[in-house]
């Protein structure tokens, strides 16, 4: 590191041209980003995913990109008014090329509803939500709702942006407050703004890149921002604090730029490879949605060690002592926190050297107690039950649920390949479907009538047989055909989940279809397969994640019992984030908190939580560990060492910690649960890491441990000093 800050001091000005360079270049890529997002939804090589290729290359149809027409009149509707809301849906299917209008169909007396299929995705299909409006009738003493999937997907995007705008209203003073306050001088808050306007829009540049060779999601630009900001905020304050520090002693400003970057620059490195590691859990997900959020989120903290080796020290030799000027915060506040030895962080360090086993009682009570409930943790899929209802979309939704059910808008799909043209009219076939349909009217969650089955409309007759085509039941070669068939329950509830597993494992095989392929599909179908997939391969990138984190700190501290403390305290400090979504959405203590609710944690949540928690946390992990190790080195006191860590970090790790709940904010203040859900889960994370786990659990345990702390045996050191030798920069030196 020393040798390595010295040349880029050497060459300052054309490494900080290289950036903007970089800059203008990812900024280009930034600005046509979201023309190449999606948030188009797949689970690769499941039945779900089978059954909807079926469906597209049978009867050219997408479920995620139907629009329903709902009707709502003041009085009851008669034919010829059925008949006009008809004549109304062909004309709203003419704004979409390929689109097929389905018949109109009560939901109750005064509501009745049409499907529009189009052959475009969910994404595709929400461009066209404005043109289907401009070209829907309007129908006297009717009010029409277009709803459906594309068109709640176009309405709620805009609520979704309001609300991060709002957030971002919250934090951006907030944390302008915090850094003024932390930072002292305008010349010390200009670092974490150079260094998050560079870093950024560079990332953004590279996932611009990454976009023309794989599906981006549509949210991916809000993880790069939120990470980026964090990482921005709080390797900035680490290098400024220390460059301080050194200038306070009385260095030159080059000296004290060398010795900053050997010890909190180095820090900042370590710190990025474990933020890496854990968001590179998403980057090995089976999921594309999962992956490229995770694509997204490992570019940050590449290009984020990449600036703080290369940009932030380049900054500070160009800045030298301009760093502490225009102050905004006395001289003698700052002094007197540069010091270190006096405050809240020096009392609190002093004391839990004195009592740690209460401390860790306590504190370690309290994680536990908060991880408990963890254990009844219940993921489903996730549905519009956590959709705001203050849209057109949403509303015309919700007359719907409240009529047929929220089964019936999210049926599940059997659907019966043959594999020959007229298949589907054999008789054993229809047979079959016949002994389906009545082990699926006697299940207790399924709505018999809604059941559709093209062995239910007499196909043996030209009759049956249009209606069951104009109805997709059939395709019209005779090849494939479906059963359509709603439950009680929204496709996220676990009833719903439960008859998707009886379907597939119990109804279809009982009806002994033969040598067709049967695949079951739709909105439940796909929640299922989800959560499947997704959890069968989470524990195992979890270990991997815990492994790679472990040999990291081990290789950054030389000691084999701190990397397995941070590891299990960060396992503890997820659980008991985990514990908290459940006590707040499971057991009903939104309410008290002024949230929306629904009975379900949505299954992405856990799991990026994970990702994202455990890499900002091992972030202030090794922030202290770094400090701690280096007055280790320097005196071979632990009681010193873990005191004067804590002393010396405390405030820097709890400053960044409020600015990142203030970030989260724009989640936790949205209309969406999901997203209050995930905002909760990162605010309590941070808070609870910052404060129990950071500042108490962390220097009780040390100071029970004792020099334990620093145990390496002789042949782990000679491998790390063999890394070591053999390593690139080693050489250069």
């Not at 160009?318 to 006395?330: A, F, S, Y």
């Amino acid at each position: 590191m020393e040798h390595w800050t010295r040349a880029v001091i050497a060459n300052r000005k054309k490494i900080l041209v290289a950036w903007v360079v970089l800059l203008v270049l990812g900024g280009y890529g930034a600005s046509h980003l979201g023309e190449l997002l999606t948030n188009r939804f797949s689970v690769p090589g499941s039945e779900a995913e089978r059954g909807r290729e079926l469906l597209k290359q049978s009867f050219n149809e997408r479920g995620d990109g139907a629009f329903t027409l709902v009707f709502r009149s003041g009085k009851p509707i008669t034919p010829a008014l059925r008949r006009e809301a008809g004549a109304a849906t062909a004309k709203a299917a003419t704004a979409v090329q390929g689109a097929r209008p389905g018949p109109v169909l009560y939901a109750s007396p005064h509501i009745a509803y049409a499907q529009i299929e189009t052959p475009l995705e969910n994404q595709d299909a929400a461009k066209k939500t404005p043109d289907i409006r401009a070209a829907t009738p309007v129908i006297r003493g009717v009010r029409t709702y277009l709803s459906g999937f594309p068109a709640i997907n176009h309405d709620t995007q805009k609520i979704y942006n309001e609300d991060l705008a709002r957030g971002e209203l919250i934090a951006i003073p907030i944390a302008l407050i915090v850094m003024a306050f932390m930072f002292g001088t305008l010349g010390g808050i200009a670092v974490p703004f150079a260094f998050a306007a560079v870093t950024i829009p560079c990332t953004l540049g590279a996932v611009w890149i990454v976009a023309h060779f794989m599906d981006m999601a549509i949210y991916v630009t809000n993880i790069v921002t939120l990470i980026g900001l964090a990482i921005a905020i709080d390797y900035s304050m680490l290098v400024v604090f220390r460059y301080r520090e050194e200038l306070d002693k009385g260095e030159t400003p080059r000296e004290a730029l060398v010795v900053t970057m050997k010890t909190a620059g180095r820090a900042t490195l370590f710190s990025g490879a474990t933020v890496a590691v854990g968001l590179a859990l998403l980057v090995f997900m089976p999921l594309p949605f999962m992956r490229s959020m995770g694509v997204g989120g490992l570019l940050v903290p590449l290009f984020s060690i990449l600036a703080s080796a290369t940009f932030l020290p380049a900054l500070l030799a160009v800045m030298g002592t301009k760093v502490n000027r225009l102050r905004v915060i006395p001289r003698s506040i700052l002094e007197h926190r540069a010091s270190g030895r006096t405050g809240v962080w020096a009392r609190l360090a002093r004391s839990i050297m004195r009592r740690p086993v209460l401390y860790l009682v306590v504190a370690g009570g309290l994680m536990v107690g908060l991880a408990l409930p963890a254990l009844g943790l219940h993921v489903t899929s996730g549905d519009n039950r956590g959709v705001p209802l203050t849209k057109e979309s949403t509303r015309g939704f919700a007359l719907l649920r409240d009529t047929l059910g929220p089964g019936a808008l999210a049926p599940n799909q059997v659907v019966i390949d043959t594999g020959r043209p007229g298949g589907a009219l054999a008789p054993p076939l229809i047979a079959a479907e016949n002994r389906l349909v009545a082990e699926l009217r006697r299940d207790r969650e399924v709505k018999p009538a809604t059941i559709l089955s093209p062995s239910l409309l007499a196909l043996s007759t030209p009759v049956g047989r249009k209606r069951a085509e104009g109805n997709s039941l059939i395709d019209k070669s005779g090849e494939v055909a479906q059963i359509r068939v709603a439950g009680h329950g929204d496709s996220g509830t676990a009833e719903a989940q439960d008859l998707v597993h009886r379907i597939r494992d119990i109804y279809v095989p009982k009806a002994r279809f033969g040598d067709a392929e049967v695949v079951l599909s739709g909105a439940p179908a796909f929640g299922v397969d989800f959560v499947d997939t997704a959890y069968g391969a989470f524990p195992w990138l979890v270990l991997a994640v815990l492994v790679l984190s472990y040999l990291l700190l081990l290789r950054a501290f030389r000691s084999v019992v701190l990397p397995l403390k941070a590891v299990l305290l960060n396992l503890l400090s997820v659980s008991a984030t985990y514990g908290v979504l459940v006590l707040v959405f499971q057991h009903g203590l939104h309410s008290a908190l002024g949230l929306e609710g629904t009975p379900q944690i949505e299954g992405w949540i856990p799991i990026f939580l994970f990702a994202m928690l455990f890499g900002l946390s091992m972030d202030y992990e090794v922030f202290l560990l770094s400090r701690i190790r280096e007055e280790w080195d320097r005196r071979h006191d632990n009681e010193e060492a873990v005191a004067y860590g804590l002393e010396h970090t405390g405030r820097i790790i709890t400053a960044a910690a409020l600015i990142m709940i203030a970030a989260f904010s724009g989640f936790t203040a949205g209309s969406f649960v999901g997203l209050q859900e995930f905002g909760v889960g990162l605010s309590a994370a941070i808070l609870l890491d910052a404060t129990i786990v950071r500042a108490i659990l962390v220097p009780a345990l040390m100071k029970l441990l004792g020099e334990w702390n620093w145990y390496l045996p002789k042949r782990v050191e000679r491998a790390i000093d063999r890394t070591r030798r053999h390593s690139p920069a080693a050489a250069r030196g």
